[in-house]
């Protein structure tokens, strides 16, 4: 199916609820067929994840796409804890051949020194800029990408693509990984990421931008709104 749009989303049972809230956000806004794949560690059978370092199950994972779709066409990856108001087709306008990966380009510090479950939020270089990728599976510099590679290298090789020459990442609006919190509020987004907490959580159910989220939980529990 040509048509069809290959999706990972990071899965962490600790907050399982916003992984399917965030599904039920993209399928009830795309026009199109989806491929949905939970990147949840207990299926991933080619891959024992052996670093301590991430704050969630999906840490490392997401640079197993690649590897998954056999080294062939497109797909996207994305953090658990987003939600999507727009039309997820729209990302295959920047889908170009010359890019190994395509991302939002975030430069910003942050704000707040811890996020869910008290985990400490440092600033470092290319801050966010993995959790969303659109992936060129089939790009010759990916293809290095194989489990034994993603065991092997630190965080801070994967997180911030240096198997990759900077004219090889391309870039998306900050409209698509918009920081729910580190940034503004905002009415006009396509994708908000709420990285210091899902508001699943009692702290963050009222925060920033929270009225979209609990719209489409609301969606997933009784039915899209008419």
Not at 97 to 113: G, L, Q, R
Not at 170 to 178: D, H, R, T, Y
Request: proline share 4%; aromatic share 14%; net charge positive.
């Amino acid at each position: 199916m040509s048509n069809l749009l290959n999706i990972f989303v990071g899965f962490d049972q600790k907050e399982a609820v916003a992984y399917h809230t965030f599904v039920q956000s993209l399928i009830e806004n795309s026009t199109i067929p989806l491929s949905i794949t939970p990147l949840a560690e207990n299926n991933l059978d080619h891959y024992a994840e052996k670093h301590t370092d991430g704050t969630n199950r999906f840490t490392y994972s997401r640079f197993l796409v690649p590897y998954l779709m056999n080294f062939k066409g497109w797909a996207i990856f994305a953090d658990g804890d987003m939600v999507c108001l727009s039309d997820i087709k729209i990302l295959k306008r920047y889908f170009d051949s010359n890019k190994a990966v395509t991302v939002v380009k975030h430069d910003y510090k942050t704000k707040y020194k811890t996020k869910y479950f008290g985990q400490k939020n440092e600033d470092y270089p290319r801050k966010n800029w993995s959790s969303v990728i659109i992936w060129n599976c089939e790009h010759p510099k990916n293809k290095i990408l194989t489990p034994d590679l993603i065991d092997h290298k630190e965080g801070s090789y994967l997180h911030r693509f240096k198997w990759l020459d900077d004219k090889e990442i391309g870039s998306l609006p900050k409209s698509w990984n918009w920081l729910a919190l580190e940034y503004e509020e905002k009415n006009d987004l396509d994708l908000i990421h709420y990285t210091l907490g899902t508001p699943c959580f009692k702290k963050y159910s009222k925060k920033s931008l929270s009225k979209f989220w609990k719209r489409s939980f609301k969606n997933l529990l009784e039915g899209t709104e008419k």
